[in-house]
């Protein structure tokens, strides 16, 4: 309750913003139309206009709306303008790439707590990979794997693996190293083996720091899967519907494709934060 | 045959002896470890696309790619001029500077905070990458447009990151300042902003690789003849594969450069912090 009311008045003031910003924007628009018309424009009447332009430069927050509304509810999920229908051909993409990201970064994070050598090499070079923009050479990596005739969805799954395995391996490294000194000598009063310690103390210490790796990476393959759509249009997606609407200067379909694509990155986040919670507690780590 | 052995030779030395390199205790084999480790995926990279004859339309083997980063020397920088100076550099600047600002202002209303931090985290979690096509549209093919889309992409991480630093201090400093009979400006000044110069700078590096991948991913959607992500996305339909990763080397080098001079100038102004020290 606390942050649930400045947080709406917050949210509210931006779409107040975005209101004023579509008058200041298709204001012109207006005024040259009612040119050409021979009409003089009141004020009223050229707010209303910049509300209901066909190709607006920014369209209002109620046409982005009604033009989801029509693509998600009132479409046939089968319809190829149906945004549900293009979210699902994201979604698959990032899904795919997100689990085979985080299967990397756990795996490697394994082996560069138990290995030194691992440690030495490998760790260095994965933080030097993410200040590479790999997003920009995401059209390479496309269009070579679909010319090695791999399927589409795991051409783009690559690039939401690579985006989604970095937090998942720092997290991990970062959990997996999280018991103390203490508690490992513990585990060696009780002698027990390397994989008991693995099982019993390591990894679940670990889970509340892959959790928070979680989040970040799925928004992070979210954001891979749409970038590879934009090179790999033929098959739809919101990336696809992305390109089209700049091709066609259809800015409502736009500014669609992208509120379609913050809702699924909310929804992921959301789910990732509810299996936190659900794991925590029953763990028995929930603050 | 000889290339793939020879590299397969070359790996098995590498793999030995970084093994005992990290066993023992050398002096700088923090540095020679990770470099020998870089050389073989090099050799390996090199010693496979020969030995298998990888058509050079799909993997070019590393020797090429760096002909070709010397031989277009020129077309390179003026592309890096045009993404790089012009689209990230003017993007990065004014976004994160007016982030800053704004947290600044922000910080005086405790209510504007609690609703800004939320949202802010939400928004720097959405791709905003979408908003390339759009700000193209509004600012036009030229650089001016990218840079809006880096301000797009940097602000809120920047924005959050600072919010949260200001709220650092913890009662009793801010308690110090009161006791000296110090104003807002003088506690902002003297305290609450060194305090979260560790946050601002995280922020600022979170910054850098976004402001490079949103001014390359803008050029996309439409860009004068020049340009890193111009060069990428036409060479990549001619087929040409060494320049397009002539260009990811220069990406590379750029994003870690740009990401090393933040780190630096972080080690030099937060050098009383303690994950500075150690």
């Known amino acids: 309750m606390k942050t649930l009311f400045p947080v709406a008045v917050v949210v509210a003031a931006i779409f107040a913003l975005w209101y004023v910003f579509a008058v200041v924007l298709n204001a012109p628009w207006a005024y040259s139309k009612a040119d050409r018309a021979g009409v003089e424009l009141s004020f009223s009447e050229m707010v209303s206009d910049t509300m209901a332009q066909e190709k607006p430069r920014l ?5 982005v709306g009604a033009e989801i509304w029509k693509t998600t509810v009132e479409k046939k999920i089968t319809s190829k303008r149906s945004l549900i229908y293009h979210g699902w051909i994201t979604l698959r993409a990032t899904l795919l790439g997100f689990a085979f990201g985080t299967g990397l970064g756990v795996l490697l994070a394994v082996s560069i707590v138990y290995f030194r050598v691992m440690d030495m090499s490998v760790m260095p070079w994965i933080i030097a990979s993410q200040t590479v923009p790999i997003l920009a050479i995401a059209p390479m990596i496309v269009v070579v794997l679909a010319a090695l005739q791999v399927n589409d969805i795991v051409a783009k799954g690559v690039i939401s693996m690579y985006l989604s395995f970095f937090p998942v391996v720092v997290g991990m490294v970062k959990g997996l190293r999280s018991p103390d000194r203490m508690l490992l000598d513990q585990m060696k009063t009780y002698s027990s083996s390397a994989s008991q310690t693995f099982w019993k103390l390591r990894l ?5 720091y892959l959790f928070a790796s979680l989040k970040v990476g799925v928004a992070a393959s979210l954001i891979g899967a749409v970038v590879a759509e934009l090179s790999l249009s033929q098959n739809g997606g919101l990336g696809a519907r992305l390109l089209a609407g700049s091709y066609y200067g259809q800015t409502i379909q736009i500014w669609s494709a992208l509120l379609s694509a913050a809702t699924l990155a909310a929804l992921m986040v959301f789910t990732m934060g509810l299996l936190e ?5 029953r763990m028995g780590m929930a603050q | 045959m000889s290339w793939i052995l020879g590299s397969l030779i070359f790996w098995a030395v590498a793999i030995v002896l970084n093994i005992r390199l990290s066993r023992s205790d050398v002096a700088g084999k923090g540095v020679a470890v990770p470099v020998i480790f870089g050389l073989t995926i090099l050799v390996l990279w090199e010693g496979m696309v020969r030995g298998f004859e990888v058509s050079p339309v799909l993997l070019p083997p590393p020797s090429a790619i ?9 077309v390179l920088w003026v592309d890096l001029v045009q993404t790089f100076f012009k689209g990230a550099l003017t993007g990065y600047v004014i976004g994160c500077g007016s982030a800053i600002l704004i947290a600044i202002a922000v910080d005086r209303s405790p209510f504007l905070q609690r609703g800004l931090l939320p949202v802010g985290n939400f928004i720097a979690a959405l791709p905003i990458v979408g908003l390339a096509p759009i700000m193209v549209m509004w600012f036009g093919f030229d650089w001016h447009s990218k840079a809006a889309v880096v ?3 940097v602000f809120f991480p920047v924005l959050v990151n600072t919010v949260q630093g200001l709220q650092a201090t913890d009662a009793m400093s801010r308690d110090l300042m009161r006791t000296y009979a110090t104003g807002y400006s003088g506690t902002l000044m003297k305290l609450r902003l060194p305090a979260a110069m560790p946050f601002i700078f995280n922020g600022l590096k979170i910054a850098t690789t976004l402001a490079l991948i949103g001014a390359i991913v803008a050029e996309f959607f439409g860009s004068p003849i020049k340009g890193m992500g111009f060069r990428i996305s036409t060479e990549v339909g001619r087929l040409s594969l060494d320049m397009v990763w002539a260009e990811i080397v220069v990406a ?10 933040v780190a630096l100038l972080e080690k030099r102004m ?4 303690p994950s500075q020290r150690g």
């Open chain 2, 270 to 273: 937060t050098f009383w912090h």
């Open chain 2, 66 to 74: 760096f002909t070709t980063f010397f031989a277009k020397m020129d």
């Open chain 1, 204 to 208: 679940p210490s670990s889970t509340p």
């Open chain 2, 151 to 153: 301000v797009a992409m």
């Open chain 1, 277 to 281: 919670k659900v794991t925590l507690k």
């Open chain 2, 252 to 261: 590379a080098i750029l994003g870690s450069g740009f990401y090393g001079l």
């Open chain 1, 59 to 63: 369209p209002a927050p109620h046409q």
